[in-house]
């Protein structure tokens, strides 16, 4: 029984941490371009991670696999949900990309196994687009494109997570460092693109929360409460993560959600709990 409190508490902990990303990219998006946000985020955090864990060994064996899944977990899911924070609410973004991420990851899942869905994955896949057409605002063209965005990051969430698991890229401090030093030298041409710039004091400490918070700390939290309890009850805990981020953002940048919104939130968060449950 404790194990099993432990390990819900752990899984909230790291829903919260984790919708900090929000925050923290909502501030930054004032001073400067998500591209480069996405690019000092990764490179940050190789740094830290350079910092505090020098070892040298214990590195993927295969580099290509790194490579693959640095694409879809770190450039997609970095580049993307950034971006899309400046085109749309931070609630609408988070719910987009975990509805994306749960439609992509069954899809990539079933075709590995060559199985069709059941009666509850199919209600679950009904569920989540239903809720994204009502996140979609076709009478802002802004927001639909921050809606987009969202939808190519859960995306590329979605398909890293099936990758990894099926090519054991395996987890812990050094495939993290791995992966988003794969990840930075993708983020590096955007980012150059758009031309770098040197942040502020007050947006290094943003980065670097950015860095530390969401990416180490609930990544912790995540991998603690799997071992706590089982896979199942941790999906279904960090549910909460975008209720967090619509509390947060309502108290702090004014995003009131529409009604449409609360609508299409509420019918994603049982679509992907249905998913959880089949």
């Not at 990219?25 to 690019?39: N, Q, R, T, W």
């Not at 069709?116 to 979609?136: D, E, K």
């Not at 990051?153 to 979605?158: E, I, K, P, R, S």
């Amino acid at each position: 029984m404790f194990s099993l409190r432990s390990g819900i508490f752990f899984a909230f902990l790291a829903a919260f941490l984790n919708s900090t990303i929000a925050i923290f990219s909502k501030f930054l998006l004032l001073e400067m371009d998500g591209a480069l946000i996405a690019f000092y985020r990764a490179l940050l955090g190789v740094v830290v991670l350079w910092v505090f864990f020098p070892r040298r060994s214990n590195f993927p064996s295969d580099w290509r696999v790194v490579l693959i899944c640095a694409f879809f977990g770190i450039f997609c899911l970095f580049f993307f949900e950034t971006n899309a924070y400046q085109h749309d609410s931070a609630a609408n973004v988070v719910f987009s990309m975990m509805a994306c991420a749960a439609l992509s990851a069954f899809a990539l899942e079933s075709w590995f196994a060559r199985r069709l869905p059941s009666r509850g994955q199919l209600l679950s896949i009904v569920l989540c687009l239903l809720g994204l057409t009502f996140l979609f605002d076709l009478a802002n063209p802004q927001g639909l494109q921050g809606i987009g965005m969202a939808a190519l990051a859960g995306l590329g969430y979605g398909l890293f997570t099936v990758l990894a698991k099926r090519w054991g890229l395996g987890s812990g401090i050094f495939v993290t460092r791995s992966l988003l030093m794969a990840g930075s030298i993708f983020l590096f041409f955007p980012a150059a693109q758009v031309g770098f710039v040197l942040p502020s004091q007050e947006a290094w400490v943003l980065i670097a929360l950015l860095a530390v918070v969401p990416s180490m700390l609930g990544f912790y939290c995540t991998i603690r409460a799997v071992s706590l309890t089982s896979a199942s009850k941790v999906q279904v805990c960090e549910l909460s993560e975008p209720v967090f981020v619509m509390i947060a953002s309502l108290l702090i940048f004014h995003e009131q959600p529409t009604v449409m919104s609360l609508l299409g939130a509420a019918v994603i968060l049982i679509g992907i709990y249905q998913f959880a449950r089949s």
